[in-house]
């Protein structure tokens, strides 16, 4: 592979749902949010993003080619053999070493809710039944923040690390380079299994009443020949509106002049889909689904 990373950044509109809670109360499931200028908006953590796209790769690959973390939470460890170990990296104890640290080559962002909350935040009720000690039945009633929202989120692969690690002389202070531990072939599978996973996110929490979808409805997804992370500046909504910021997508596309990008559209998430797809179609970047926009980039990597 002569490319050195794989980025994607997307925007999609969910329906009711609490897709990461906050602190909360006793009596209240809250969603995480962050402040700016003055207004609450909800947010995904980047842990729980990566926890999703995790699950969506464990669904999708045989078992013995994956661990499962033991009581401390710790992963095996085995470049090699385990898949998530491989991409998502680990921090594993080692005696007289102190740990065996793994920097992870998949990259997630936080999903930053762009609409603010005020405007699109309900209550819901949540009964939860519990024995008391006499053996009658007790009904707790928690309130649950549910909104609805438009989200960005981003992901990166660090295409050189997969499959393996940076060897260093420490008496040299030189690196060697790349130590694989696949073969190339193999390689290619485990990011191909990362970039099926986009398509199929589904894990989130709370799931069982709300049934939400997070997938990609407007997406940029690239091969890049740089490693770097400024497609992630491509998608940002005008304030206080559902417009895309076209000018803005211009100009960070033009800085990324020379990279295989696609696009991925599906009608009806944002305001000014006839100007997003004349930006695009100014610097010549196929427009096509989300998952039509991905098998490109994975028929790309074969």
Not at 132 to 152: F, H, P, R, T
Not at 214 to 237: S, V
Not at 268 to 285: C, D
Request: glycine fraction near 8%.
């Amino acid at each position: 592979m002569n490319e050195k990373a794989i980025s994607a950044v997307w925007l999609v509109k969910t329906d009711l749902t609490n897709l990461n809670s906050g602190v909360g109360g006793a009596q209240l499931v809250d969603v995480k949010k962050y402040k700016r200028d003055g207004a609450d908006y909800p947010y995904v953590s980047g842990q729980a993003m990566r926890y999703y796209l995790k699950q969506a790769i464990r669904r999708a690959i045989d078992t013995k080619d994956c661990c499962v973390p033991d009581s401390k939470g710790e992963g095996c460890g085995n470049i090699k053999d385990c898949i998530l170990c491989d991409l998502f990296g680990f921090m594993k104890p080692e005696e007289k070493v102190g740990a065996f640290r793994r920097t992870s080559p998949i990259k997630m962002s936080p999903a930053m809710g762009l609409l603010p909350l005020q405007d699109n935040l309900t209550l819901d009720f949540l009964t939860r039944t519990k024995e008391q000690e006499s053996g009658k039945l007790e009904a707790d009633i928690v309130n649950v923040e549910l909104g609805v929202n438009i989200y960005k989120a981003g992901f990166a692969i660090d295409l050189v690390k997969v499959g393996g690690e940076e060897e260093i002389d420490f008496k040299a202070q030189r690196s060697k380079g790349i130590q694989y531990f696949i073969e190339e072939g193999g390689r290619k599978s485990r990011i191909k299994i990362a970039l099926e996973a986009l398509k199929n996110l589904a894990d989130y929490s709370k799931q069982a009443r709300l049934l939400t979808d997070f997938t990609p409805e407007i997406l940029l997804i690239g091969l890049q020949d740089r490693y770097n992370h400024i497609l992630q500046k491509a998608l940002e909504l005008k304030a206080s509106t559902k417009e895309i910021n076209t000018e803005r997508l211009d100009q960070v596309l033009t800085e990324l002049k020379g990279e295989k990008i696609y696009a991925g559209i599906l009608s009806g998430a944002i305001n000014n889909e006839k100007e997003l797809k004349e930006v695009l179609e100014k610097h010549t970047i196929p427009i096509m689904t989300p998952t039509e926009a991905i098998d490109r980039v994975i028929h790309e990597v074969s």
